[in-house]
């Protein structure tokens, strides 16, 4: 993994939440709160928190004496997740998922919404999943399923890569896109300790306003923009206009509907 893959930075945070909150976000953050629902007290860790999309979910269906500790690797990410979210059950604080701040058995449920793909120890992040949590606790999270179900991130990131074919940009399908198969996903977190896991496909549809807002989003408010500028940063408008021009011959320039395809893991301590 590439030093910047998880680098979340500069004016990457601000576009990210903008574009790609209500793109790609928003639904499934209501899918994993939903699925704590019946956590009445206690304590909620959150890792790879980013702008705290998930984090203000919980905040709206869990109780308020249900304290919620967000976490994240990138200051930049938790500092507009606080300016966005400001309650007295919530806590932020910056940690890296591999190697967590916090006691063992201190947590009843751990949530990290389209983080693990980011660790680039995923079985030292599950393991000290395991070690926080308190007996018969969960740990929950998703992942994207294949590429070729997610449409518009495919279009992007094909379109990005045909602009410089001689070094291609690979950071959506490598990445957030690259851990799908849901028999290694099984298996590693089985490694680290979980022995009941349960995998649920989980298909959401959200609105893209226009062409130009999902193509904004992924080419300058993911690690994808370090990506482009790192070859020609002088093109990054260029690029970005380029994936709006793909999105709209296949969706039209009108507001569209984003199909997406994902997997949620949960495992019992």
């Known amino acids: 993994m590439s030093a910047t893959d998880a680098a979340f930075k500069g004016s990457i945070p601000t576009v990210y939440e903008q574009y790609l909150g209500p793109l790609l976000f928003e639904t499934f953050a209501e899918d994993l709160a939903g699925r704590l629902t019946d956590i009445a007290e206690g304590r909620v860790l959150e890792t790879a928190a980013g702008t705290g999309i998930v984090t203000r979910a919980m905040a709206k269906v869990l109780p308020p004496q249900v304290e919620i500790a967000a976490t994240d690797l990138n200051q930049a990410m938790l500092d507009l997740a606080q300016a966005k979210l400001q309650a007295p059950n919530v806590g932020w604080q910056q940690a890296d998922a591999q190697s967590l701040p916090f006691e063992t058995g201190s947590f009843d449920a751990v949530v990290c919404q389209f983080g ?154």
């Open 116 to 269: 693990v793909m980011f660790f680039p120890d995923k079985l030292a992040a599950y393991r000290e999943a395991l070690r926080v949590l308190k007996p018969g606790g969960r740990f929950v999270f998703n992942v994207w399923n294949s590429l070729d179900l997610n449409p518009v991130s495919r279009i992007v990131s094909d379109t990005v890569a045909k602009a410089f074919p001689d070094d291609p940009p690979r950071f959506i399908e490598r990445v957030p896109f690259g851990y799908f198969d849901p028999d290694r996903v099984r298996g590693e977190v089985q490694q680290a300790g979980f022995e009941t896991v349960d995998i649920d496909l989980v298909e959401k549809a959200s609105r893209a306003a226009s062409p130009r807002e999902p193509a904004i989003g992924l080419c300058q408010g993911t690690p994808l923009r370090a990506e482009i500028e790192a070859r020609a940063p002088e093109r990054l408008e260029e690029i970005t206009a380029r994936a709006s021009e793909a999105l709209s011959g296949q969706f039209g320039a009108s507001p569209f509907e984003n199909r997406m395809s994902a997997l949620v893991v949960t495992a019992w301590r």
